[in-house]
Every structure is written in structure tokens, then in C-alpha cells.
């Protein structure tokens, strides 16, 4: 009986973390987000995503999202192939490289790629130098894409990664023996085995890059509104908090329903986030 | 009006320490907990005055108007001394935030001059309220090596020949007085008409703008990245020494006149110790130090007289009389008018 009590003592702290940094704040963004500014019911904060300024946003930031989280994959996948194959030891450096611009403060990076793409910029500056034609993606779509995917990337990289070395090198053997060349051995070998660290890999990227603000304003030079972007105005500038709990409590919709779609895939349940 | 990044990482830093050291006034220790714009005082004047009175000083700072706000509103966290601009003193006075300042308890208060004490009733108006501590201009910063003309109007910022060459303040009521001073309209306009017109200009406008920036503005003229930016007087002195092709400019049409000044609110548990602060500030020897120190035109006239007489008569610092007429400071509108303007503002920028 004590032992027992013992043991759930030590959930304390994950209890009383959980309480008051999650639960209790999404009570209150709920209550918020479903009274207005006198307290009274209203549904008018979640059907302010109906307003075509806040739709617009919305679509481009499940736009730019979906585009980055495809490209994180596709650069992710054959990183992690080789990392797997390398085998562990060798490979424990070009872990530690690709973690490593991780240890320094996610705004200070955006903030030098900025200083990089500037039309005054390193590269451009590199570029002239070479005689080369500049590049001008700052303050586009593409330079917040660009910035989504270098941020994000090592959050597709490391699941992957844990899924691929999963899985056990006779498995492989197995399917060569069995005729299989590899192109065959990943498709229906390795593919099918990592799903669960694709579709972990795929939320962790998914749902930073659709409700980021901080790397449109940044690189977009706010010319471009993601609905980060929108909610974060109200919370700020507007100080209407009752329209920004409203517009945040459907985004958390729209990321619950891609989440559950994903779960459609991930029949084991392993990898997913929730 | 003072916006810095570093002020933007750090109060994340400060509010939170603030929920461990706030509000508790421990033990018979005199303390006054000054809440400020980032960068906008000279370090060395806090330690100055802490060995002077006795009286330790608790300091922090925010980046805009409508951050520090909340704070102060909703009393999160207890400050004595805090430095808004105009029309948020408006709204706070609005909203019953602020305490009358006892003016017994700043003699100084004769060296602030007369014309930015009657400028300050535009939002204070019985001069209750507040003390000015910086003032100035809102206006068009410009790189004489990229720009041929000398700029006197707003309409260059609608001039197509500077495409991509343009930054645009990104706040919504800077912005649109822009606008509405280039339409000859008030800035503190309430007309919804107005309001919209302005709305379509800058909407029409933002193809050829670079970026809506805050405090990058400096930094990106500084560095050649654009030919024209809307910025605060405030910054320009700091421009012109680190880039000098750099020229600054109050459109003929006006433009904003606008003031930052100390308030105590009516929370404050060390009222007197803020006056003392206060006081101190207005000292010429320490408002001399602050102005050199963040380049933004003191309200001190002991002060000015020992500012060189090339730096007094820049009107781009200063601001003459001439200047000032036909600038205009701004007002709180009102809740509705506020929303209104913040509407139009997001679709300026989801255009």
C-alpha cells in the first residue's frame, strides 16, 4: 500500500505540470474563446475564421505548411536511410552536427537568415562577388517556406531516424533473399516499418509551421499574414482576447483533425504524438 | 516611442521574473519599480540614483504601447513609474489607470519647457498626469545617395519608382497616419470614410513596400537595404552617425507630433518614491546624460542648453516651432474607432 502510494507520489509533479500549464489555460482560452468582451455565450470568436481576411490566412498557412512538411520529409527520409546504414558510432557525429545549430535560440537562427537572403545580404553579397545574379525571396512565401523547413527539419529527422533503426538489419536481409532489389526493399519494406516515425516526424513539423507567426513576421517582413499571424495581432495589438482564444480553438481543430487523419495511417498507434 | 529587439527578448526574461519578485515589498527597504521602453535610459543613471537617495530601484521594459498595457491594467504586475506614449496616457486616464502626480515633490519640473507641457494637454489635459521626457516627430528617413529629389511629400511612398525600396511602420496607428496625413486628413480621424480611403491607399501601397517593420527600420537604412523608411525623429540622430547619406524629414503635409512621458498609476504602493524618480529625471545633468545616451529629444530645457548648437537647431531632432504646427499628436479614439482602425489594419496586411 505504501510503496504503491509512493509511486504516485512521484506523478506529482507531472500532475500539477500538466494542470496548470495545460489544462487550466485551455479552460481559459475556452472560456474566452466562447463568451464575449460582457462574458456572455457567443459563438461569434469561432465564427470569426469565416471572415475572408482570417479564411485567406488560414489556407495559406495550411499551404505553406503542407509544402514545408513535404519537403522536411523528403530531405529527412534519405538523411535518416543513411544514418541508419552507418550504423551506430559513426554516425553519433553527424547526429550531434545536425542537433547542433538546435542549442542556439530558435529566433536568433530566423534572424540570421534574414541577415543571409537580404538584398544586401551574405549571399547576395557571395553571389555578386562571383558575378552571379542575386536572389530576391526575401519577404515572399518562399523565404518563410525556406525558413520553415531549415527550423523544423531536425523534428522529421530524429523519429525517422528512431523508426529506421528499429528496424532489424535480418528484415532486410530477408527481403533481399527473397528477390527484392532496393528500390522493392524500400518501398515495401522500409517505408511501410518507419510509418510511425514518418507520421510522428510529419505532425512535429505540421503543426509548428501551421500555427508559427514569429517566422512569417520575420522573414515575410509581415507582408505576408499566416494565421499565426492573425491571432497573435489580436492578442496584441487588438487586445481582443475573447476573437483570439475563438480563432485559436478552431485552429486547434483544424490540427486535431489532421492528427486524427494521420492516425487513419499509423494502425499500431506507436508514433503518434497523442 | 522607443521599439528595440533586444527590448522584445528581454521583457519575455523580465515578466517572468517579475512573478517571482513582484508586488512584494520586502521589510522596511525603500524601492521603486520602474517600468520603461527597452534601451531608453542611460544604464549609469539607475545605480546614480539608488547611491543617491537610498532608494532601490526595480527595472523593466517593454516594447510597445499595447504590451505594457495589459500588465498595468490587469495589475499582473505593481509598478510605480511607467513611461507610455501620448494617446495610451489618454486611454490609461480614460480607463481611471493613472494617479495625479504631486508636482510639490518635482521642483524640477521647471526645467521641462512650457511649449511640451501645452502640447502634453492634448492628452493630458490639465497637465495632471504626466511629466514629458522625450518628444518628437514621425517622419520619412531617406538615403540621399539612392533617392535624386529632395522628398518634401508622403506621396513618395506611392511613388512607383522606389518599388521594393520602402519600409512602412508596422503599427496600425503610425501607419495610418501616414495615410491620412498624405489625404490632408487628421491623424486622429474617426471618419469612417476616412478611415476606409486610407485603409485602400495603403492597401494600393503595399506592393511597392519591402517590409512592415518596427525597429528593423534603423537598422535596414543603416545598412543600404532600402532607400526610403517611415521612422521616429528619435532615430535619427543614431542613423545620421552611423550611415551620413542618411536625411530625415516631416512631410509638408504634417504628421505626428508625439510625446513619452512618466505616469504613476494609481496602483502604485511607492508613490513618492516615484516622484523622487521622477524628480531625478528631470535633473539637466541627468536628462543631458539619457538624451545622449538614446538620441531622442529631451523635453529638458536645462538640458538643451549644454546640447551643441548643431544638434539643437537640426529640425529633425528638434522639431521648431514651424514643424510642430503642422504636426498633430496623437489621441485615444475609443474603443470602437480603436477596432475599427485594427479591422482595416488586417486586411492591409492580408491583402
Redesign the interface.
Known amino acids: 500500500m505504501s510503496k504503491r502510494f509512493g509511486k504516485q507520489l512521484l506523478a506529482g509533479p507531472y500532475l500539477f505540470w500538466m494542470i496548470a500549464f495545460t489544462i487550466i489555460p485551455l479552460i481559459m482560452m475556452g472560456v474566452k474563446g466562447l463568451t464575449d468582451s460582457q462574458g456572455n455565450f457567443t459563438l461569434n470568436n469561432l465564427m470569426a475564421m469565416g471572415n475572408p481576411?482570417n479564411s485567406?490566412?488560414l489556407i495559406l498557412s495550411l499551404e505553406l505548411s503542407l509544402i514545408s512538411t513535404v519537403l522536411c520529409l523528403l530531405l529527412a527520409y534519405p538523411l535518416a536511410l543513411i544514418l541508419r546504414n552507418m550504423g551506430s558510432g559513426s554516425n553519433s557525429l553527424i547526429v550531434f552536427l545536425f542537433v547542433l545549430p538546435m542549442w542556439m535560440n530558435f529566433?536568433l537562427r530566423t534572424f540570421a537568415w534574414q541577415t543571409l537572403l537580404?538584398?544586401?545580404g551574405v549571399i547576395n553579397g557571395l553571389l555578386s562577388a562571383l558575378g552571379l545574379p542575386g536572389i530576391n525571396i526575401i519577404?515572399t512565401p518562399a523565404a518563410i517556406v525556406l525558413g520553415m523547413v531549415y527550423n523544423f527539419l531536425p523534428f522529421m529527422v530524429l523519429p525517422l531516424y528512431n523508426a529506421l533503426a528499429k528496424i532489424s538489419d535480418d528484415v532486410i536481409n530477408a527481403a533481399h533473399d527473397l528477390g527484392a532489389n532496393r528500390a522493392q526493399t524500400l518501398v515495401r519494406v522500409l517505408i511501410p516499418q518507419s510509418l510511425p516515425g514518418i507520421i510522428s516526424g510529419i505532425t512535429m513539423v505540421f503543426v509548428p509551421a501551421l500555427t508559427t507567426f514569429v517566422i512569417s513576421d520575420i522573414l515575410g517582413?509581415?507582408?505576408i499574414?499566416l494565421i499565426g499571424?492573425?491571432i497573435e495581432?489580436q492578442f496584441?495589438?487588438?487586445?481582443?482576447w475573447n476573437t483570439g482564444a475563438g480563432l485559436s480553438i478552431v485552429l486547434m481543430i483544424f490540427v486535431l483533425a489532421s492528427m486524427a487523419l494521420l492516425n487513419i495511417f499509423d494502425k499500431n498507434g506507436e508514433g503518434t504524438v497523442l | 516611442m522607443k521599439r528595440r529587439m533586444t527590448a522584445l527578448l528581454l521583457a519575455a526574461l523580465m515578466v517572468l521574473a517579475l512573478a517571482g519578485c513582484g508586488g512584494g515589498n520586502s521589510g522596511s527597504e525603500e524601492v521603486v519599480y520602474v517600468y520603461n521602453w527597452g534601451e531608453y535610459i542611460d544604464e549609469s543613471v539607475i545605480p546614480q540614483f539608488e547611491e543617491e537617495t537610498g532608494i532601490k530601484v526595480v527595472y523593466d521594459t517593454f516594447e510597445t504601447n499595447e504590451a505594457m498595457y495589459p500588465i498595468i491594467e490587469q495589475g499582473q504586475a505593481v509598478y510605480d513609474v511607467v513611461c507610455p506614449s501620448d494617446y495610451m496616457i489618454q486611454k490609461m486616464i480614460a480607463n481611471d489607470l493613472l494617479a495625479e502626480i504631486n508636482f510639490d515633490n518635482i521642483p524640477n519640473l521647471q526645467y521641462i519647457g512650457q511649449a511640451y507641457m501645452d502640447a502634453s494637454q492634448g492628452f493630458d489635459p490639465e497637465n495632471k498626469y504626466s511629466v514629458p521626457y522625450t518628444w518628437g516627430t514621425v517622419g520619412i528617413l531617406y538615403n540621399t545617395t539612392m533617392v535624386d529629389e529632395p522628398i518634401t511629400s508622403w506621396s513618395v511612398l506611392w511613388d512607383e519608382k522606389y518599388s521594393g525600396e520602402i519600409l512602412m511602420q508596422k503599427s496600425v496607428r503610425d501607419a495610418f497616419a501616414v495615410a491620412l496625413a498624405y489625404q490632408g486628413h487628421s491623424i486622429n480621424s474617426t471618419n469612417q470614410d476616412e478611415i476606409l480611403a486610407a485603409r485602400d491607399l495603403l492597401i494600393e501601397q503595399k506592393p511597392l513596400v519591402q517590409a512592415y517593420v518596427i525597429d528593423q527600420v534603423r537598422d535596414k537604412m543603416i545598412g543600404n537595404e532600402a532607400a526610403i523608411g517611415v521612422i521616429y525623429s528619435g532615430e535619427y540622430l543614431y542613423c545620421k552617425e552611423e550611415n551620413p547619406d542618411l536625411a530625415y524629414v516631416v512631410p509638408e503635409e504634417g504628421s505626428c507630433l508625439w510625446f513619452d512621458s512618466w505616469v504613476i498609476p494609481k496602483n502604485a504602493e511607492n508613490k513618492e518614491n516615484a516622484e523622487k524618480f521622477i524628480d531625478f529625471l528631470c535633473r539637466p545633468d541627468i536628462a543631458l546624460k539619457n538624451f545622449e545616451y538614446i538620441t531622442y529629444a529631451t523635453a529638458n530645457t536645462g538640458a538643451m542648453e549644454q546640447i551643441d548648437e548643431e544638434t539643437l537647431n537640426d529640425v529633425g531632432i528638434f522639431a521648431d516651432q514651424e514643424t510642430m504646427d503642422r504636426c498633430e499628436v496623437f489621441t485615444w479614439l475609443g474603443e470602437e474607432t480603436e477596432a475599427f482602425y485594427n479591422e482595416c489594419w488586417t486586411q492591409v496586411l492580408a491583402e
Open positions: 481576411v485567406q490566412a529566433l537580404e538584398k544586401e519577404n517582413g509581415a507582408k499574414l499571424n492573425v495581432q496584441t495589438v487588438s487586445y481582443d
